[in-house]
């Protein structure tokens, strides 16, 4: 039926031009006539009739529209990864900057290192950093961030360095929690199931007022970690048979810190 409507359509159009074509002074007032009235038939059935042209005609090759659409993707996947690499730079751009502006207010000597690599066994325990014997760096030297402590060298190499998280349950910090006298030992927590690492401060008092969300600090105490580098903060207080126990989120995210200072004594090589 709609075919139908469309030859009838396109005959109407064919009878108009065929009266517009007649010559003479009569002939030219029935075309103004036929103009004035059907126009809108004329544009509407000039439309239809160029949409059936473009139907009639041939589309272009399925082959070559799919290889038209995967170079797209291709550019599309370009771009993303340029957008990815651009916003690592910027990350690491302000975490540089970061660390540049507390070097600089930081009383202590610091040298600047790169976490070079991670173990996947000891991925919450150590690290492998670009410092080392020919830097003047030295065993026991504590190593932290600008947000807080990481932890201390263990083993040296001349141009590299073995660093010993605090994460780590053989790293023991003396500690002191801010807003209250107690004071215990930190250290990491074995087999922890969460994704974050945990930390946890022994030798409380089992009647210790530890508050939630209280800072914890080192207290400068054992003579390896100065006093008063941020370690984090208490998530939770429990009584155990032989004393207290703090759990502590590190103020240091272990999972995305790539640059770290390492404290250079005043008295060291």
């Not at 600090?217 to 970690?225: E, L």
């Not at 207290?244 to 995305?256: H, M, N, S, Y």
Request: proline fraction near 5%; charge should be positive.
């Amino acid at each position: 039926m709609r075919q139908l409507n469309i030859a009838a359509l396109l005959v109407f159009l064919g009878a108009v031009g065929w009266v517009l074509s007649w010559p003479g002074p009569t002939a030219l007032a029935i075309k103004e006539r036929v103009m004035n009235a059907f126009s809108p038939f004329i544009r509407s059935g000039a439309a239809v009739r160029d949409g059936a042209a473009r139907l009639g005609s041939p589309g272009r090759p399925a082959q070559e529209l799919a290889t038209e659409n995967e170079q797209l993707r291709q550019q599309v996947g370009r771009q993303q990864i340029l957008l990815e690499e651009h916003d690592a730079v910027l990350r690491e751009n302000n975490e540089l900057r970061t660390m540049l502006a507390f070097a600089r207010h930081d009383p202590l000597r610091l040298t600047t290192a790169r976490i070079l690599t991670r173990n996947t066994a000891t991925y919450w325990s150590t690290a492998i950093i670009d410092r080392g014997i020919t830097d003047n760096l030295a065993a026991d030297l504590p190593v932290r961030t600008a947000e807080g402590l990481v932890g201390k060298i263990v083993h040296l190499y001349q141009r590299a360095s073995e660093v010993l998280f605090i994460t780590d349950e053989t790293c023991r910090v003396a500690v002191r929690i801010e807003g209250t006298n107690e004071q215990g030992i930190l250290s990491g927590v074995r087999g922890a199931i969460t994704r974050s690492p945990e930390l946890r401060i022994t030798y409380l008092p089992a009647e210790a007022a530890v508050p939630v969300g209280a800072k914890v600090y080192t207290s400068g105490k054992g003579g390896v970690f100065p006093a008063g580098i941020p370690v984090g903060e208490v998530i939770r207080f429990r009584k155990l048979d032989d004393g207290g126990e703090a759990l502590v989120r590190p103020a240091v995210d272990f999972d995305k810190i790539r640059y770290v200072f390492v404290i250079n004594r005043e008295d060291g090589p």
